[in-house]
């Protein structure tokens, strides 16, 4: 697995993450949740920066099937 990845990347799907929008991935940003590196006018995401998301976003779930 690889440190950074792309929007494109994100986009289509990792490895062990679910594929996120384009437009989803912006308002993420916008709102703090998604963590980013940017070089030039490319955005990068740390894998780590990618598991922490997925773990605030499981949470509200979790706590709404209680």
Sequence with gaps: MKDYYTI???EKGINGFLPIPRTTQSKYRK???LVFIKVG??????TEHLKDLF??????AINKAD
Excluded: S
């Design 41 to 46: 006018r490319q955005i990068y995401y740390r």
């Design 55 to 60: 773990i605030k976003l499981e949470q509200p």
């Design 31 to 33: 709102d703090g949740l």
């Design 8 to 10: 494109e990347e994100t």
